[in-house]
């Protein structure tokens, strides 16, 4: 998908209603940041926030997705490692 000026401003403005009406922090380089937008767009009560995600759908490309469906499935590991676990970056990291 291409990003041009008319896609980030429409992020930029999505970007900051979402900030103010549900405290969520999304960030432009995120790789799910559209997907992010457009989940957060459909859970907000606020006309014009729903319309700017409505626009952004239009002009990304992707389908707006049910508020049912998960943002990210986090896959776990099925077997226990041996070692220590750390988290890095939101993501577990076995050393």
Not at 7 to 30: F, G, N, T
Not at 40 to 50: N, Q, W
Not at 66 to 91: D, F, H, K, M, W
């Given at each position: 998908?291409?990003?041009?000026?008319?896609?980030?401003?429409?992020?930029?403005?999505?970007?900051?209603?979402?900030?103010?009406?549900?405290?969520?922090?999304?960030?432009?380089s995120?790789?799910?940041?559209?997907?992010?937008?457009?989940?957060?767009?459909?859970?907000?009560?606020?006309?014009?926030?729903?319309?700017?995600?409505?626009?952004?759908?239009?002009?990304?490309?992707?389908?707006?997705?049910?508020?049912?469906?998960?943002?990210?499935a986090?896959?776990?590991?099925?077997?226990?490692?041996?070692?220590?676990?750390?988290?890095?970056?939101?993501?577990?990291?076995?050393?």
């Amino acid at each position: 998908m291409e990003l041009n000026k008319e896609v980030l401003d429409c992020m930029k403005a999505l970007r900051r209603r979402l900030r103010e009406e549900l405290e969520v922090d999304i960030r432009l380089s995120q790789p799910n940041a559209i997907g992010a937008m457009l989940d957060g767009s459909l859970k907000s009560i606020d006309e014009e926030t729903r319309r700017l995600g409505q626009r952004l759908a239009e002009l990304s490309d992707q389908p707006q997705r049910p508020t049912s469906t998960p943002i990210a499935a986090v896959e776990l590991p099925s077997a226990n490692p041996s070692g220590a676990v750390r988290i890095y970056r939101g993501q577990r990291v076995y050393a």
